[in-house]
């Protein structure tokens, strides 16, 4: 049983295998109606959500729910793991971009700079038995880097509490496996980011498996005739273009997710850091045309074509 709804900003495929059509729907409609309420916690284009408050909070504890808990302190762990390459206080710099695309002109130095001292994962806290959280005064939290993988791995969990066997559950690209499969639905491809549109084998995987893409060809700025990416690296303010997309394979979505966009922020070396303290998979396509396959502990780099 399979069923696509328009939610987290782009299509949601949930596919469930259970032992009769009944229990099937029931999961496919119990995945789905965890993402919405997840996506209802933590967006910031709803004034009202747990995040939207949290991020007016001016510096007081604000109580919130173990959803939001947990992905906050989740969010502060990749940033450690990863050194600040993601970080979910990018905000105010997310902010100067889209402001500079309105008025047509690039943020200056000391606008970035300036943007830059609101910024940094270290402003949050995360206070697990008060059930609370706090961020300090000019601090804003954006989970866009990592709020759809999470949603992800909820939704997976409440497709196996409703009576699937297994499943996949997808999100623009983001996607976890989950439980017993068969061959079809393990097989995963990844968009090759080159035109023109294509798409890249990466293999066949187990429940328990999920990918992740990052790429700065999804959602950009377009500032004059200058295309730049979403991601924005916070050590500079600047958007990233040393990669084209990087995939992560990890165990959790919110893993992969989180640790994709580190990857598009700091490039190559990063996966392999990341790829050998962590044990992820991955793979990355450079602007200069080369794809880089690491899987089952080889490296193997082609132009894929
Ligand atoms: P993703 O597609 O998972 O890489 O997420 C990209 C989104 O995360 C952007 O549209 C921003 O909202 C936010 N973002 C941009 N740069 C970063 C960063 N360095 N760390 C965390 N989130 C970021
Ligand atoms: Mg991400």
């Known amino acids: 049983m399979r069923r696509t709804q328009y939610l987290l900003g782009t299509l949601v495929t949930v596919t469930a295998v259970a032992p009769d059509r009944a229990t099937a729907a029931q999961a496919v409609t119990a995945a789905l109606d965890e993402i919405a309420r997840i996506e209802a916690l933590l967006t910031t284009y709803h004034p009202e959500s747990e995040i939207s408050r949290l991020n007016r909070s001016e510096g007081a504890w604000i109580s919130v729910s173990p959803e939001t808990l947990d992905v906050l302190a989740e969010a502060v762990r990749f940033a450690e793991m ?28 000391e606008e970035r700079v300036a943007a830059s001292k609101r910024v940094g994962y270290r402003r949050i806290q995360v206070d697990r038995h008060g059930s609370r959280a706090r961020l300090e005064i000019g601090t804003r ?40 499969l068969p061959d079809d639905l393990r097989d995963v491809s990844i968009r090759d980011p080159r035109p023109p549109p294509r798409v890249h084998r990466i293999g066949s995987f187990s429940g328990g498996t999920a990918v992740a893409t990052s790429g700065g060809y999804e959602r950009s700025f377009q500032i004059g005739d200058q295309r730049y990416g979403h991601v924005i690296d916070p050590a500079t303010g600047l958007p990233t273009d040393s990669l084209l997309s990087a995939t992560v394979i990890a165990p959790s979505a919110t893993m992969a997710d989180a ?25 990355i396509f450079h602007p200069d045309g080369w794809i880089e396959d690491y899987y089952d502990g080889k490296t193997e780099r082609t132009d894929g074509r």
Do not use: C, H
Request: proline share 3%; net charge negative.
């Open 82 to 109: 990863t050194r600040g390459a993601f970080d979910p206080t990018v905000g105010p710099l997310i902010d100067l971009w889209r402001e500079a695309e309105r008025r047509g002109r690039a943020p200056t130095d």
């Open 141 to 180: 939290v954006d989970l866009g880097a990592i709020g759809k993988g999470y949603a992800v791995d909820r939704a997976a969990e409440a497709m196996m509490r409703a009576g699937a066997s297994g499943g996949v559950v997808e999100a623009g690209g983001d996607l976890l496996l989950v439980g017993d």
């Open 259 to 283: 640790l994709a966009t580190a990857i598009l922020v700091r490039g190559q070396d990063e996966a392999q850091r990341l790829a050998n303290e962590q044990g992820i998979e991955y793979t």
